[in-house]
């Protein structure tokens, strides 16, 4: 089937930003006593929504978090992107030459992913054509977000090809009935164990060979 939509995800796809969300999480845990590692967070929650993570910690470690522990995290991630964040490296170049209509869906919150596609420069690169997980009852691995981005984008989902980096995101896309490639560019991918892929999942950490993978796809090419 052709591809006539790509659906990116945002953290650690389009935005280098998973490192900085690690280290916004991790120090704000270590004031409440809880320690984790980037390796920690990387395993468990990359590529789920905020509500979820903290619900995850909540139950791990036996205590209530604070009343404010959402909002803080997120005004000081805000803070860190507008200092640090950057795309991902050749995202941009690759964008500039993709013939292919694309979209976002994130777990990320409406407010964050906005954020994030402001200090990118991608706001209005990408206005009316970002979906949260705030819109569907069950995010990813769930494949609810992909399935309602491709409606809302009328496309049918065979001919829709999802660009993750977390494992839960493959499965959602999976699940959606869309093909999927998994990104490994991000810096909180480098130096990792590698992610699990689903048998038949392509692996690439370069946007520079994207379109070459692009156009194997749309002539049918089994990419190995």
Same mark, same amino acid.
């Given at each position: 089937m052709p591809i006539k939509l790509i659906i990116f995800d945002c953290d650690g796809v389009i935005a280098d930003s998973e490192v900085l969300s690690a280290s916004v999480l991790i120090d704000q845990l270590a004031g409440l006593g809880i320690v984790m590692t980037p390796a920690d967070v990387r395993r468990d929650f990359l590529g789920r929504s905020f509500p979820t993570v903290a619900q995850t910690i909540r139950e791990?470690?036996?205590?209530?978090?604070?009343?404010?522990?959402? #909002?803080?995290?997120? #005004?000081?991630?805000?803070?860190?992107? #507008?200092?640090?964040?950057? $795309?991902t490296p050749g995202f941009m170049a690759m964008l500039d030459a993709l013939a292919v209509p694309a979209c976002i869906a994130t777990s990320s919150s409406p407010e964050r992913a906005g954020r994030t596609l402001e200090v990118l420069g991608l706001a209005d690169r990408f206005a009316g054509r970002v979906f949260t997980a705030s819109l569907v009852r069950h995010g990813k691995p769930a494949p609810d977000l992909f399935l309602l981005a491709a409606d809302r984008m009328g496309c049918a989902p065979e001919n829709t090809l999802v660009i993750e980096d977390s494992s839960p995101g493959i499965a959602a896309g999976l699940a959606a009935g869309? $093909?999927?490639?998994?990104?490994?560019?991000? #810096?909180? &991918?480098?130096?990792?164990? $590698?992610?699990?892929?689903? $048998?038949?999942?392509?692996?690439?950490?370069?946007?520079?060979?994207?379109?070459? &993978?692009l156009a194997d796809l749309q002539q049918g090419v089994r990419i190995p």
């Open positions: 791990r470690f036996g205590q209530p978090l604070p009343d404010r522990f959402e #909002a803080d995290y997120r #005004a000081r991630l805000l803070d860190r992107f #507008a200092a640090e964040l950057g $795309p869309m $093909p999927v490639l998994h990104y490994a560019g991000g #810096a909180h &991918l480098r130096g990792a164990e $590698p992610v699990r892929l689903p $048998p038949g999942i392509r692996s690439f950490d370069n946007w520079g060979g994207f379109s070459q &993978l």
